[in-house]
């Protein structure tokens, strides 16, 4: 019968890692037993970090082993109960208890050394057999975990995924509806709809394209579900304005395909300069923003009552 793990892939990795360290655990305490010592795999790496003598508070031991605090107090409570290890107030802070190894528990040490000592050798030997170094490569999923989690990683990928279907075309004056209501649908959300908006999104063609500007549409299966556009501010510059992505295709990376796309029309074009208005609040496009390359300015007048901050990339 094929190995269901070997049939998932390395989709399954968590749960085959799970099936070898419950393989691992199990004989462990076997381990333990042929040693003649009280134990239970789980609890070995609190003994280790209290052995010779180590007195460590519960949140330093959790920090050291990797552990929530949580699980090192059940851990120290279960060895408590089987007097290996003890409790002490901390000289320097009253307010916390100190976790050291018992009389009991240094009298494990003989014992626990030896053991240490003979299963290190024996899992050495067993990794000659192997093809590839186990240990070193649990070191590297580990750094690499710690760089970018397995969630994060996850995310991208779909995200890429779902990126690579989306196409960014030039505006017809069939999107005309969908590039208002895509910038209302937002304006409305956090600000209130004014005087040249309406200009804009009622009339793109005379208030944008004839004027030399530009507009852009994301299509997911091939229904619009985001818009940018760029309006001529003078000969070298252009303004980066009505961008905007349907709530239930955000997370797609739309806004940074629509961006791309504005800033290579405008290098196409022989632009020196990439203007634009938003408002602190919206945080993820203030972010989008800093991303593409803009960096904040000062000093030229808006004609929006919601404009707080002001932006430029320059292209040359």
């Known amino acids: 019968m094929e190995d269901i793990f070997e049939k998932a892939g390395k989709s399954a990795l968590g749960s085959r890692l799970r099936r070898l360290s419950e393989r691992m655990t199990d004989q462990a305490g076997s381990i333990y037993q042929l040693y003649g010592n009280d134990f239970q795999p789980r609890w070995f790496p609190v003994y280790y970090a209290l052995m010779g003598g180590q ?60 053991q240490i000592k003979d299963v290190e050798l024996a899992v050495e030997n067993m990794m000659k057999e192997t093809s590839y170094d186990l240990w070193k490569a649990i070191q590297e999923w580990e750094f690499l975990l710690d760089q970018k989690d397995l969630l994060r990683r996850v995310l991208e990928v779909r995200r890429d995924r779902e990126s690579a279907q989306v196409r960014i075309i030039d505006y017809t004056p069939a999107y005309q509806p969908a590039f208002k209501t895509l910038n209302e649908r937002w304006i409305s959300q956090y600000f209130k709809m004014e005087e040249t908006d309406y200009k804009s999104l009622d009339h793109p063609q005379t208030y944008i394209l004839d004027k030399g500007g530009h507009i852009f549409i994301a299509l997911l299966d091939n229904q619009p579900v985001g818009c940018v556009a760029m309006i001529p501010m003078d000969a070298h510059t252009h303004e980066l304005a009505k961008m905007a992505v349907a709530p239930e295709a955000q997370g797609k990376h739309i806004g940074w395909l629509l961006g791309q796309a504005a800033i290579e029309w405008a290098k196409n074009k022989g632009l020196d300069k990439i203007y634009l208005e938003s408002n602190t609040r919206l945080k993820p496009a203030i972010n989008l923003y800093y991303k593409l390359g803009f960096e904040r300015i000062t000093g030229i007048p808006s004609p929006y009552e919601r404009c707080n901050i002001q932006m430029m990339l320059h292209l040359k």
Not at 74 to 95: L, N, P, S
């Open 55 to 114: 007195e460590k508070a519960i949140s330093t031991l959790a920090q050291e082993i990797g552990q929530s605090h949580a699980s090192i107090s059940q851990i120290v409570k279960e060895m408590g109960a089987r007097g290996q290890v003890k409790e002490t107030k901390d000289k320097e802070d009253g307010r916390r208890n100190l976790i050291s190894l018992s009389e009991k528990g240094v009298g494990m040490e003989p014992n626990m050394t030896q």
